[in-house]
């Protein structure tokens, strides 16, 4: 039997975030960790508890949702963080990504794909709409250090184009498929992606390429 994806929803008590809560709390193969309505708490609950997934609102009150972000994944570097936002809003959606999260969800879509967000969440997927890229980029490039620079130029041709694939937000059984290689292989260039790259998510090395403009050439797909 797999084992539960275990989730902390974090959002002011409001009815959507309540009934979001008791959607996730009566799934097969989900545990509700806690719903809580301040940063401070969730920072709090996944040092002492730990979660697979949060999802976060990211106008939490106290600490807002890029710090809470941070903060958590300094103290649980393996929870995937996934932003819960009211309105599209590029430089604080990159200021998150930065800061650690590995996506968002509109808040007027998150009851319908919740369910698939957290699982994909919790497998390493990187959770975004493509059609927003355009303009997150344009917010990500620049303030790369020669440290990142190094670790792209370390990349093999294939593992760039694993990275530009990531980046364009395709699965690995879709990278799979386009490059005519195996998933496993794809995960094996992903390891070494990472370890090349000195982080420790896919977000935060799709990032990376982002900001140095590896990318540039899918951003419109």
């Known amino acids: 039997m797999a084992a539960q994806v275990r989730v902390l929803v974090v959002d002011d008590q409001t009815t959507s975030s309540q009934e979001l809560a008791l959607l996730l709390d009566r799934q097969p193969g989900i545990e509700l960790v806690a719903h809580l309505d301040s940063g401070e708490d969730a920072v709090r609950v996944c040092r002492d508890r730990g979660s697979d997934v949060v999802l ?9 949702g890029i710090e809470t972000t941070r903060q958590i994944r300094e103290v649980c570097p393996e929870t995937k ?9 590029p430089a604080a959606i990159a200021s998150v990504l ?9 808040k007027a879509h998150a009851a319908d794909e919740v369910i698939d967000v957290v699982h994909r969440a919790a497998s390493g997927e990187i959770v975004m709409p493509t059609s927003d890229l355009p303009l997150v980029l344009e917010h990500l490039h620049g303030g790369a250090g020669p440290a990142g620079e190094l670790g792209l130029q ?3 041709s294939r593992e760039s184009d694993v990275l530009r694939a990531m980046a364009a937000g395709q699965t690995a ?10 998933p496993l292989t794809v995960q094996s ?3 070494s992606i990472l370890a ?5 998510s896919k977000i935060e ?3 990376l390429a982002w900001r140095h403009g590896l990318t540039a050439a899918s951003r419109t797909a």
């Open 56 to 64: 976060m609102d990211l106008d939490t009150p106290g600490i807002d």
């Open 81 to 89: 963080v996934v932003v819960l936002t009211a309105s599209i809003r």
């Open 98 to 106: 930065a800061a650690g999260a590995c996506g968002y969800v509109p």
């Open 154 to 156: 370390r990349l093999t």
């Open 173 to 182: 059984d879709v990278i799979a498929k386009h490059l005519g290689i195996s």
């Open 189 to 191: 260039h992903v390891k």
């Open 196 to 200: 090349k790259l000195g982080v420790h």
């Open 205 to 207: 090395a799709v990032t």
